[in-house]
């Protein structure tokens, strides 16, 4: 691996990023959440948003290291063993489209546990795509979970029981460095679920994900996705996936709600819930795309 680790460590923007979401589909409740230290710019972030059928808010915002990494503005991760975690915030969110601001109030206390092994995205890439990908993480693991507890919104109370994905990233990110990127995962049941990447630099394209039914990880290796926009924003997505032994996969999504987070005076995050067709079967996950700011 030709990727100077000691090198990458040393940049500006070396960032350590832990995200996790989950969609629970009683309640049509969708949560994601991100918190990321880039240490030798002394620059601690974290967001957090809610989507439901009556809101989309959430809350953005960076602060000064500390020496709680995973502990910020009310959003706080706890491991309490491999694979399980305790995630709790408390605090205010707010819709961004709204004409008149509108602050929630949130309480959120849900423990998420894996449902797969550990995805490395070593296994799926080359020398090449590793080094192409060396701006945005040098390290990236993927796992799904179920996720269980209460959320709170104002008056509201919801008892969580859902499934969802986190991501753990290492490496430089610099947010204008891809020319796009799409992050898109799904769970069928606790025992089929999906994860793929699309990341596009000057260089070319980086697919890696897995694809898992209960036994083991598949890792993908190659995504031909097909995305339709509705001014700017996506609509649907026609995915065909292929893992190492050259099987394809088709997959079908469909957004049902977003969420836009602003990341640089160029690019937005859009973080959809959307629904999946596999195989006769219905999913829901969290599609995420890297995009030029909509004009």
Same mark, same amino acid.
């Given at each position: 691996m030709n990727v100077n680790l000691k090198s990458l460590k040393q940049h500006e923007e070396w960032n350590e990023s832990y995200y996790f979401n989950f969609h629970d589909r009683n309640n049509d409740l969708t949560a994601f959440m991100r918190i990321g230290n880039k240490v030798n710019k002394n620059e601690k972030s974290m967001f957090f948003f809610l989507m439901t059928s009556q809101h989309i808010a959430g809350i953005k915002l960076d602060a000064p290291c500390d020496n709680e990494p995973l502990n910020i503005a009310g959003l706080k991760y706890d491991e309490i063993e491999s694979g399980k975690w305790k995630l709790k915030f408390n605090g205010s969110i707010f #819709? =961004?489209?709204?004409? *008149? =601001? &509108?602050?929630? +109030? $949130?309480?959120? #206390? @849900?423990?998420? %546990?894996?449902?797969? =092994?550990?995805?490395?995205? $070593? #296994?799926? @890439?080359?020398?090449? &795509?590793?080094?192409?990908?060396?701006? $945005?993480?040098?390290?990236?693991?993927?796992q799904f979970g179920k996720a269980v507890g209460v959320i709170e919104i104002d008056e509201d109370v919801f008892e969580i029981d859902a499934l969802g994905e986190r991501d753990l990233s290492r490496g430089v990110r610099e947010w204008g460095s891809p020319k796009m990127w799409m992050w898109i995962n799904s769970a069928f049941s606790h025992d089929e679920a999906f994860n793929i990447t699309k990341l596009s630099v000057d260089e070319g394209d980086v697919d890696a994900g897995y694809l898992y039914t209960g036994s083991v990880n598949i890792p993908l290796i190659k995504s031909n996705i097909d995305v339709k926009f509705n001014k700017g924003i996506p609509s649907t997505f026609s995915m065909a996936l292929f893992d190492k032994? /050259?099987? +394809?996969?088709? $997959? %079908? /999504? %469909? *957004?049902? +709600?977003? /969420?836009m987070i602003p990341v640089d005076g160029r690019m937005i995050l859009i973080e959809t819930i959307s629904k999946y067709l596999w195989d006769g079967k219905e999913g829901y996950g969290v599609a995420e795309f890297l995009v030029p700011q909509p004009k």
């Open positions: #819709d =961004p489209l709204a004409e *008149v =601001p &509108q602050k929630l +109030r $949130v309480k959120m #206390d @849900v423990t998420w %546990e894996a449902l797969n =092994p550990l995805m490395d995205y $070593v #296994d799926c @890439v080359d020398e090449k &795509q590793t080094n192409m990908s060396k701006n $945005v993480a040098s390290e990236h693991y993927e032994k /050259g099987s +394809r996969y088709e $997959v %079908e /999504g %469909e *957004v049902i +709600r977003f /969420g």
